[in-house]
C-alpha cells in the first residue's frame, strides 16, 4: 500500500476535504460515493461519515492508498 502524507494548518480535516486534497478522489461527490459505498477506512476501521474529523496522526486509506494527517506546527 501507497503512503502519504497531508500537512494541515488548522486543528482537523474533514473525510471528503482529505481525500480531495491527498488526490484520491477528483470531486467531493466521488468521495461521497466511495466514503458511502464504505469503501474508505479510517484507522483501519470502514468509514462511512464524509464528514468525519481527521485529527494529527489520523490515516484514511482508498484504493490502495493510505493518506496520513500531520498538522502544521508552525
Known sequence: ???DIVTIDSEFIRLQD???IAGLV???GMAKVVIQNGEVTVNGDVCTMRGK???NG???AY???AVTVK???G
Open 1 to 3: 500500500m501507497k503512503a
Open 18 to 20: 482529505l481525500l480531495k
Open 26 to 28: 477528483s470531486t467531493g
Open 53 to 55: 474529523k481527521l485529527r
Open 58 to 60: 489520523d490515516t484514511a
Open 63 to 65: 484504493n490502495g492508498v
Open 71 to 73: 498538522t502544521n506546527e
